[in-house]
């Protein structure tokens, strides 16, 4: 099993619809989730971290943690066209960040 | 201010040569760490250099070395490259225990 697990995708929305990206984890002890966009050819950016349970929100991003079940989500309303890219899940051990493969997005106009 | 900022860019060596990959954290940040990512993979962690001492290290070969200065800028270096060592070459910094920023990254190519 994975560290961090995620579906490649692509995952596909029209413009102005809601992106629902998910991430599995297998280390019951991560208490620091980040998610991270990554354009083709460019490096990964800071979107949202999150460190406890339940929501939390940052203008059209939502990140949703369960720890019990041990997933993170990434939720984007009003998807744009600008929102397609890769997004990536990692969590923090002992300082360093271990990713999932990463899921693309693609928004159609 | 100026983020994580890494040179070359780009970068083009040919098998069994040696390459430094050079890093400038977040002023104020004294944490910087190496990832290397490889196409349709997430980046895989290298090193962790925090207050110029080595705290971590991943599944990385001794032909992967790396250091960070007293400025806490940091140098990566790869001997004896393989074309398997092509990747995008991250380098991070950050707060203790706080959120991880990333530079450009550096494009190597191994020909």
């Known amino acids: 099993q994975k560290e961090v697990e995620q579906n490649s995708g692509p995952l596909s929305v029209p413009e102005g619809a809601i992106a629902s990206l998910n991430c599995t984890y297998s280390?019951?002890?991560?208490?620091?989730f980040f998610w991270y966009r990554q354009y083709s050819g460019k490096s990964p950016e800071l979107i949202m971290s999150i460190y406890s349970n339940g929501d939390k929100e940052d203008g059209r991003f939502t990140a949703q943690l369960n720890k019990a079940s041990q997933y993170v989500s990434l939720l984007i309303r009003d998807s744009q066209p600008s929102d397609s890219a890769t997004y990536l899940c990692?969590?923090?051990?002992?300082?360093?960040?271990?990713f999932g493969q990463g899921t693309t997005l693609q928004v159609k106009p | 201010d100026a983020g994580v900022t890494q040179s070359p860019t780009h970068l083009i060596k040919t098998r069994g040569q040696h390459v430094t990959l050079r890093c400038s954290p977040i002023?104020?940040?004294?944490?910087v760490s190496w990832y290397q990512q490889v196409l349709g993979q997430g980046p895989q962690f290298i090193f962790q250099y925090y207050e110029k001492e080595e705290r971590g290290r991943g599944n990385f070969p001794d032909r992967f070395s790396a250091r960070q200065f007293p400025n806490y800028s940091s140098e990566l270096n790869v001997n004896a490259l393989l074309l398997g060592d092509s990747a995008l070459y991250l380098c991070?910094?950050?707060?203790?225990?706080?959120?991880?920023?990333f530079g450009q990254g550096t494009r190597l190519t191994v020909v």
């Open positions: 990692a969590r923090a051990n002992t300082g360093k960040l271990i």
């Open positions: 991070a910094s950050s707060l203790v225990g706080r959120e991880v920023f």
């Open positions: 280390d019951r002890v991560s208490q620091s």
């Open positions: 002023s104020g940040h004294k944490s």
